[in-house]
């Protein structure tokens, strides 16, 4: 499965802090050593939302990120999580990179987001379905 670089950074956001961990452990068995160009920074990044009846854009409130970034088989990986889970954010750009660099773990971090995604369509889904019977739908009158 491909996904965009914006969609797999996306995705590895999302991901748990123990599938991300044990698969950049995976990445780096070969002995490859990472160089951190970015050690994980825990900080505040302003959160922005549009209003869905004018569609204006506002600025909702600052959440709790972190980022990292790091070189990897002659290419940067990076992520940013929300939290300060430090480990995952450093594991996300090793997998970032794993990918970029088209090294020998590359499809495992793919098939890593395809089930993450998988996870979170049927994570609305099932939200949807438990809001179906709250919805309200009118008759229009001719």
Known sequence: MEFSREERAALLALARSEELVGLADACLADGAVPRVLRAPEVGCVATQVREPIAGERFLLGDVL???????????????????????AAHAAAICDAEVQAGRAHAADVLDLCGRIAAREAAAEAAEWARLAPTVVEFEELT
């Open 65 to 87: 990120a972190v980022q990292a970034e790091v070189e990897l088989g002659g290419s940067r990986g990076w992520s940013m999580r929300l939290g300060d889970d430090r480990a």
